[in-house]
C-alpha cells in the first residue's frame, strides 16, 4: 500500500544494533528515549518496562495486521494493548530486550514504527468514516496514503525541531482536526472540481493556537508541496534550543500571521516546480444494498449510515482505550468472516470503526460486541494512557474518567445522554485535545493547607468542530477527588434549569456554572 524508502528501512533495521548498544552500556530510559523516541520506542513508569508504537497508516488497518499486534502482545507484553488518539495501536510493558524482536516482526510483516514518536512526521491523521460518510465532499483517503508515502520518503523527516503533525478532513465539520494541526487540509468542490483549503500553525498544548488560513483553493494535485514547504520552513525558523517554544504555532506567533504567510509562500514558490503532482486518484467502487436497517437502530454513536444504501458502520469504543489481545482478536475475525468488502479504521478517539457492514452483519455485530457498544456521547469518553504509564505525564487520566464514570453511573443513569463526551489529559501535552470539547480536564497539581495533592484544570465550552473550532474557558483548578462529585453536579444543574446540553447551560447559566464550579474549589 506504502512504499517504504530504504533510508527508512536501514534505519529500522539499525534498531536492533543500537538497542544492544545501549543494553551494553546501560543508559539509563531517559538516555534511551532521545533515540528509542524517533524509532516509536518509549520508557514507561513501570520499571524497566518499554512501549512500542507501531504505524498503522491514518488508522487504515487490516484484520493480518490486528491479529499480528494482538500476537505480539501475547508474546511479549505484560498488559493491555492502548489504542491512541492519532489512530494506531500501542503495545505496553515490553521489556527493553524484547523491543527488538516486536520491531523486526512488525518489519518482517511491513510495518515501521520510525517517526511515530520523536521530532517527525507524524502518522497522519484521516476520517476513520473517510470513502463511506455521507457528508464528505469527497474521500480523502486516497490523498492521505501519497500524503505519507511523500512525508516518509523525505530526508530528514525525523531530525526536525519538534514534532510535525498533519491531517486531511473531508468536509467543514473538520473531524481529523485540520485547524488544530501544524498542517491541515480540508476538502472542498468548486464548480465540479476538487481542492482543498490549507491550514497551517495550529496545535493545542501549552499556547493553543488555531491554524491560519493559507490557501483556499488550492488544486488537489499540489498537496504535497505545502508539506515539504512546512517542512523546510519548519526546519530553517524553528526554535531547537527551546524545546516548549518549538512547535509551528511559535513561528507564526514570533512573526505573526501576516509575515508567516508570505514566508509560507516563499517556500510553497520556490517548490512549486520541484515537487510532482499527486498520481490521478480513482474514488473507491462501493458496495450498494438494498435494505436499511430499522431507523431507530442507526443512533449515530454506535452504528452510522454508509453513503453507500443498505451498508453501515460499526464503532467500538473500549474504556480508557484499552483492549486485551483476545479482544482485538475476536474483533479481527469477526471482520475477516464477513467477507472483503468489510474494512477496519481505527479512530482518533481510540475506538474502532467497522465499515460496509450489512444490516444483517450490523446486528450480529452489536450482539458480539455490546460490552464496546457506546450508548451516547458521555460513553465515548476517553483520557490519555495517564501517568501510571507515561513518563510525562502529570496525573493519572485513566483513574480519572473512571471515578467520573462510577459517579454518574450512580447518581443519573438515565439523564447521560445530556452530557458531551468528556476528554482527560494527563498533562498540558493535551493528548486528547481537552482545551477543544465542552468539557476537558488537564493534569495539575494543587497547594493546599495540607500539602501538595493531585489536581486538574478544567476547561469548559471548547469547540471541537471546525465550522466554529475554538477553545475552551479554564475555570480554574481543582482537586481530583472532587472532580467526579462537581461533573455529577454540573449534570444536575443541567437537569435543574432544563438544558439539554452543556453549550445550552453555558450559554444561559454561565454564572451558575461559576457558582458551581467555586464551591468545589474551596474544598
Keep these: 500500500m506504502i512504499h517504504i524508502s530504504e533510508t527508512i528501512i536501514s534505519q529500522q533495521k539499525n534498531y536492533q544494533n543500537q538497542l544492544c548498544l545501549a543494553i551494553e552500556e546501560g543508559w539509563s530510559p531517559v538516555e534511551f528515549k532521545k533515540y528509542g523516541g524517533g524509532m516509536g520506542v518509549y520508557p ?4 524497566d518496562l518499554y512501549m512500542v508504537r507501531p504505524r498503522l497508516y ?15 502482545s501475547d508474546k511479549y507484553a505484560k498488559g493491555p494493548l492502548h489504542l491512541t488518539t492519532r489512530q494506531s495501536i500501542q503495545i505496553h510493558h515490553l521489556l527493553l530486550s524484547d523491543t527488538g524482536l516486536v520491531i523486526q516482526e512488525l518489519l518482517d510483516n511491513g510495518i515501521i514504527t520510525v517517526g511515530t514518536g520523536g521530532n517527525s512526521i507524524r502518522n497522519i491523521s484521516c476520517p476513520p468514516l473517510a470513502g463511506v460518510d455521507p457528508h464528505e465532499v469527497f474521500d480523502v483517503t486516497p490523498y492521505v496514503l501519497q500524503a505519507t508515502e511523500y512525508a516518509l520518503g523525505l530526508e530528514g523527516m525525523n531530525t526536525l525541531p519538534r514534532k510535525y503533525k498533519i491531517a486531511f478532513s473531508g468536509d467543514d465539520r473538520d473531524l481529523a482536526k485540520a485547524k488544530l494541526s501544524d498542517l491541515g487540509f480540508i476538502a472542498k468542490e468548486v464548480d465540479g472540481q476538487r ?14 493556537k488555531t491554524a491560519i488560513l493559507l490557501h483556499d483553493n488550492l488544486p488537489v494535485s499540489k498537496v504535497l508541496i505545502p508539506i515539504l514547504a512546512m517542512k523546510k520552513l519548519f526546519e530553517d525558523h524553528g526554535d531547537r534550543t527551546n524545546r516548549n517554544k518549538a512547535r509551528i504555532r511559535y513561528i507564526v506567533e514570533r512573526l505573526g500571521s501576516e509575515a508567516f504567510i508570505k514566508l509560507y509562500m516563499k517556500y510553497f514558490n520556490e517548490l512549486y516546480d520541484e515537487v510532482p503532482d499527486l498520481k490521478k486518484v480513482d474514488d473507491e467502487v462501493l458496495p450498494i444494498g438494498e435494505s436499511l436497517l430499522e431507523p431507530n437502530r442507526v443512533d449515530q454513536v454506535s452504528v452510522y449510515e454508509q453513503k453507500n444504501r443498505g451498508y453501515y458502520a460499526l464503532y467500538l ?22 467477507g472483503k ?9 481510540q475506538g474502532i470503526y467497522i465499515r460496509n457492514l450489512t444490516e444483517e452483519q450490523v446486528k450480529l455485530g ?16 476517553l483520557s490519555c494512557i495517564g501517568a501510571v504509564n507515561c513518563m510525562i505525564g502529570r496525573q493519572d487520566s485513566r483513574a480519572l474518567l473512571k471515578a467520573i464514570r462510577e459517579q454518574l453511573y450512580t447518581d443519573h443513569t438515565k439523564e447521560l445522554h445530556r452530557l458531551p463526551e468528556i476528554r482527560i489529559s494527563g498533562c498540558r501535552n493535551a493528548c486528547t485535545l481537552h482545551q477543544a470539547y465542552a468539557l476537558g480536564f488537564e493534569g495539575a497539581s494543587l497547594k493546599t493547607e495540607n500539602g501538595t495533592v493531585p489536581a486538574y484544570k478544567v476547561y469548559i465550552g471548547g469547540i471541537d468542530t471546525g465550522v466554529g473550532i475554538g477553545f475552551g474557558t479554564s475555570l480554574g483548578t481543582l482537586a481530583t477527588d472532587v472532580i467526579p462529585e462537581f461533573v455529577s453536579e454540573l449534570l444536575a444543574l443541567m437537569i435543574h434549569e432544563k438544558r439539554s446540553d452543556i453549550k445550552g447551560l ?18
Excluded at 491514518?58 to 505480539?72: K, M, N, P, R, Y
Excluded at 482505550?321 to 464477513?338: K, M, T, W, Y
Excluded at 468488502?341 to 478517539?349: G, H, I
Excluded at 453555558?506 to 474544598?523: G, M, N, P, Q, S
Aim: proline share 5%; glycine share 8%; aromatic share 10%.
Design 506 to 523: 453555558i450559554a444561559h447559566d454561565y454564572e451558575a456554572v461559576t457558582h458551581l464550579f467555586k464551591r468545589y474549589e474551596r474544598v
Design 341 to 349: 468488502n468489510v474494512s477496519v479504521r481505527l479512530a482518533p478517539t
Design 195 to 208: 481542492y482543498f483549503q490549507v491550514f497551517g500553525g495550529g496545535g493545542v498544548g501549552s499556547n493553543p
Design 58 to 72: 491514518s488508522g487504515i488497518v487490516s484484520v493480518e495486521q490486528l491479529s499480528l499486534v494482538a500476537e505480539l
Design 44 to 47: 514507561q513508569k513501570d520499571k
Design 317 to 338: 469504543h473500549p474504556e480508557e482505550g484499552l483492549l486485551s489481545p483476545n479482544q482485538l482478536r475476536e474483533i479481527a475475525d469477526f471482520v475477516r468472516s464477513a
Design 366 to 381: 452489536v450482539s458480539k460486541f455490546q460490552h464496546l457498544l457506546p450508548k451516547h456521547a458521555f460513553d465515548k469518553s
